[in-house]
């Protein structure tokens, strides 16, 4: 069936470092993929997405590009702040389909 | 337009007792969807709407939980009675029909039993 793995936590970083955070997924079909972000006692927020293959998505010095020959959708960000101290979900959701089906999930700790 | 709205956002109740989640939809989405994230693990699926109809149960964990979309628009999720291990992080999404690319989530609602 259709999956998202993703890498496990937490990831601790100083400030200011460079992110990745690695992800890849099973799915027939063509699905949309997504990062969500959940920040400490609050819900869960969509940080960005790409809806086909070699699209870019990208917020708040986040980017994550489609690659459909990896079945890949990586994480990345240039200049990590404490504030973007969260735990990370990748996720998919196929075109027409029935649930949105998420990675399980990586703490990210930045350090002031 | 409003987005997927959930109450409580937080509850506390005692084990044993009954709690009921509430979720509305977007409006005009005929599809919703119920998923928790329990214990700091992965977010899991519970269920899936199609307007009133239960499309997917396939997530529900047992027969303590019982959830209703009565006239196609907002959904209920009761747990009775709770346990402890019904604590976590219940969500809420929705999405139009045909071919849609997304669903929207709420903001969930925090439960611990205690």
């Known amino acids: 069936g259709d999956s998202v793995t993703q890498m496990e936590g937490p990831v601790t970083l100083s400030e200011e470092a460079f992110l990745t955070i690695n992800c890849t997924y099973t799915?027939?079909?063509?699905?949309?993929l997504f990062w969500y972000v959940q920040y400490p006692g609050e819900g869960l927020q969509l940080l960005l997405k790409?809806?086909?293959?070699?699209d870019k998505g990208s917020n708040k010095g986040f980017e994550a590009t489609y690659r459909k020959e990896t079945t890949s959708f990586h994480l990345e960000k240039g200049s990590v702040q404490v504030s973007d101290s969260a735990v990370y979900f990748c996720?998919?959701?196929?075109?027409?389909?029935?649930?949105?089906?998420f990675g399980a999930g990586t703490r990210l700790f930045v350090k002031a | 337009e409003a987005g997927v709205t959930q109450f409580p956002s937080h509850s506390v109740i005692e084990k044993g007792q009954t709690v009921t989640l509430r979720c509305d939809p977007i409006?005009?989405?005929?599809?919703l969807y119920w998923y928790r994230r329990v214990m700091g693990k992965e977010i899991k699926f519970l269920l899936h709407?199609?307007?009133?109809?239960?499309?997917?149960e396939s997530g529900m964990p047992n027969n303590r939980f019982l959830a209703e979309r009565t006239g196609g628009t907002y959904s209920t999720l009761k747990v009775q009675p709770a346990e402890l291990e019904d604590s976590g992080v219940y969500f809420c999404?929705?999405?139009?029909?045909?071919?849609?690319?997304?669903?929207?989530f709420g903001q969930g609602t925090r439960l611990t039993v205690v």
């Open positions: 709407f199609v307007k009133e109809s239960k499309q997917d």
């Open positions: 409006s005009g989405h005929d599809n």
């Open positions: 790409a809806t086909k293959a070699d």
């Open positions: 799915a027939t079909g063509y699905p949309s």
């Open positions: 999404a929705s999405s139009q029909g045909g071919g849609v690319t997304e669903a929207f």
């Open positions: 996720a998919l959701f196929k075109t027409g389909g029935f649930k949105t089906i």
